[in-house]
């Protein structure tokens, strides 16, 4: 079964500075789809970045970017000129390729704080 | 957006009631989820369904049961609520023909339960 480890539980950064949230994941696949998602103190489960474990060029959204390491199983976000608004937990996850695939695994969560 | 609804969006009810709690989508997608949140542990699967007619346990079913009574509405039941089932409860939906290779899953605002 897949796992995925975000060694994180909290973070902090200073308003406009850049932070890296880590998220490893463990699979015997060689194609697979990773995700990360915020969720603010609304609750609500946001999409904010998507990758294709077959794709090279590492995802970027905006201010978001991931950095995809296949072989080491790693997929962490970036988020560059932080704002106040992107206090949140942020949960990466998994789900396999495979036909007919369609359970996300998410990892523990990490909470995001922003200091102005 | 309010594609995915929930309700309640709160509820507290006691040790051994009957509680349901609703989904339903604008989406038109054809899978609908139902996910819990704990702290510390992430969202886990409790069940899933492809279509009307096909309803598939989770990671986590054992205490709860599910209706998927058209393509757009989707309940999950706890039969005789017990303290340990408090947590904050997801729905989503996907749909591989309209997302494409991601398959990507879009949540509701959750439901948060205590039993008390």
């Known amino acids: 079964a897949q796992t995925v480890t975000q060694s994180q539980p909290e973070m902090s950064v200073q308003e406009a500075e850049t932070v890296t949230l880590s998220c490893t994941y463990d699979t015997s696949e060689s194609d697979y789809y990773l995700f990360w998602y915020k969720q603010p103190p609304s609750r609500q489960m946001i999409l904010v970045i998507r990758?294709?474990?077959?794709?090279?060029q590492n995802a970027t959204e905006n201010r978001f970017s991931v950095n995809f390491q296949k072989a080491a199983k790693s997929f962490s976000l970036k988020i560059s000129d932080s704002q106040l608004g992107d206090a949140a937990m942020y949960f990466c996850?998994?789900?396999?390729?495979?036909?007919?695939?369609?359970?996300?695994?998410f990892g523990k969560g990490t909470k995001l704080s922003v200091i102005p | 957006d309010a594609d995915v609804t929930q309700t309640p969006r709160n509820r507290i009810t006691k040790t051994g009631k009957r509680i349901m709690l609703e989904c339903s989508q604008t989406k038109g997608h054809d899978r609908m989820y139902w996910y819990r949140q704990d702290p510390g542990l992430g969202l886990r699967l409790i069940y899933y369904?492809?279509?009307?007619?096909?309803?598939n346990k989770g990671e986590i079913s054992d205490g709860y049961s599910v209706s998927r009574q058209a393509q757009a509405k989707f309940s999950l039941s706890l039969e005789s609520a017990i303290p340990n089932q408090t947590a904050l409860y997801f729905c989503?939906?996907?749909?591989?023909?309209?997302?494409?290779?991601?398959?990507?899953?879009?949540f509701g605002p959750g439901t948060r339960l205590t039993v008390l």
């Open positions: 989503a939906t996907s749909d591989p023909r309209t997302s494409g290779i991601y398959n990507e899953q879009f």
């Open positions: 990758q294709e474990a077959y794709k090279q």
């Open positions: 369904s492809f279509d009307v007619k096909d309803i």
């Open positions: 996850a998994y789900r396999s390729s495979g036909a007919g695939s369609y359970q996300l695994t």
